[in-house]
């Protein structure tokens, strides 16, 4: 990807004149919020009193907690009491002045406000309203709290994932609430799309747990072909080999795959081992499922002697796919195909920037500017006088 500039607010920007209230907390709505922001849409965060929860979750020394920082870039915050019978008319009126209404809480919670999906459009047919739940609007499963692990348990997705002797293995970060914060994006970006050409606005409704299980749809495709549950089983994939091998070098840690008859000859010549394409034990994909741990220790003698960068760019060379394993502080914008302009520094009123990666595509060779951080109800008098006006 070539060096982005910044695309400016204008209307260059995709979403320019589009308005989008963001009703969630934590990641899920506020995620696919930020997303539309940084494609040009005003967002506005309405917050309650405390602030969204996210803005001090594992965190005490300001508002602007990592979670918070991360998800809530270029918006506007309006803090406004729900409990109140103003609070709730304010935030009324300001869902009806936008063209999408973005939530993620428990179903029947914002009915209660007056802020429902089927309230707010029978009264703005336009409207486009996204929401996330955890286990859907309807049926016993419904009225569960539930956050990205309970997604990630209960879809199977845990256990596939950690050693066969261990026990089940969350992903290490909130897998669950980012797809379907993307789910949710695009859900929303086909909707605008769809009132472009009808002029009718709709509901995008999506749940934790069927993003979760639909993340899995290669698991449920190999499931009913075989016949076999798949099963957590550490690194490697169980049908092929080598197939997301980790491999000890001098240095550090590879991974590669190389399991088509066509790369694993090839593997073998760039490792100086041509013969191996021809071992009985190696010699077909079959063979080297079944003797994977010999495989195993052959790649791990074989490439001992090198240094984890110097190896992978010699497998490259050789057409295979291969990468080091990093920590997040060896990650380096411009290095190993990270797009130079990928990060970008994001303020918040009374600390220094902190760098956070961007949007991950660009539109003309050019990304949106990432906003600053909003100050709880920082807006809240702004955007009110707006309705009046």
Request: glycine share 10%.
């Amino acid at each position: 990807m070539n060096e982005a500039s910044a695309l400016p607010a204008t209307e260059d920007a995709p979403l320019q004149g589009m308005r989008v209230l963001d009703l969630g907390q934590y990641i899920a709505a506020p995620a696919a919020a930020q997303t539309l922001a940084d494609l040009g849409a005003d967002v506005i965060k309405l917050e309650p009193p405390g602030g969204d929860a996210a803005r001090h979750v594992g965190w005490t020394q300001d508002a602007y907690g990592p979670m918070f920082s991360a998800y809530n870039r270029g918006k506007r915050s309006v803090v406004l009491d729900l409990r109140s019978d103003t609070g709730r008319q304010q935030a009324q009126r300001l869902a009806l002045s936008c063209d999408v209404v973005l939530a993620n809480t428990r179903p029947g919670a914002l009915e209660k406000q007056g802020l429902g999906a089927a309230q707010l459009m029978a009264q703005s047919p336009r409207l486009i309203y996204g929401r996330v739940s955890a286990f859907g609007q309807q049926g016993p499963a419904s009225i569960r709290p539930g956050f990205d692990i309970a997604a990630q348990a209960e879809s199977g997705m845990m256990s596939l994932n950690g050693e066969p002797d261990h026990d089940p293995v969350r992903i290490g970060f909130t897998v669950v609430d980012l797809l379907a914060s993307q789910t949710l994006t695009t859900g929303v970006l086909a909707a605008l799309l769809r009132r472009g050409r009808t002029g009718r606005g709709g509901l995008v409704d999506l749940s934790l747990i069927d993003v979760a299980v639909a993340a899995l749809a290669n698991a449920w495709a190999e499931y009913h072909l075989t016949g076999q549950m798949p099963l957590r089983r550490g690194n490697g994939q169980p049908m092929a080999a080598p197939a997301a091998e980790v491999i000890a070098t001098r240095d550090g840690q590879i991974v590669l795959s190389a399991y088509t008859q066509d790369h694993f000859a090839r593997l073998c010549a760039t490792i100086g081992q041509p013969q191996l394409a021809h071992d009985a034990r190696f010699a077909s994909n079959k063979a080297r499922v079944a003797n994977r741990p010999a495989l195993t220790a052959v790649l791990r003698e074989a490439l001992s002697h090198f240094d984890a960068d110097a190896i992978v760019d010699i497998l490259a060379q050789g057409g295979i796919v291969a990468g080091a394993i990093r920590t997040m502080k060896d990650v380096r914008p411009g290095r190993s195909g990270v797009s130079s302009d990928l990060f970008t520094d994001v303020e918040a009123p009374g600390r220094p920037p902190i760098r956070v990666p961007g949007l991950p595509f660009s539109l003309d060779d050019r990304r949106q500017p990432v906003g600053r951080l909003p100050a709880l109800g920082e807006h809240t008098s702004e955007v009110l006088a707006e309705l009046d006006s």
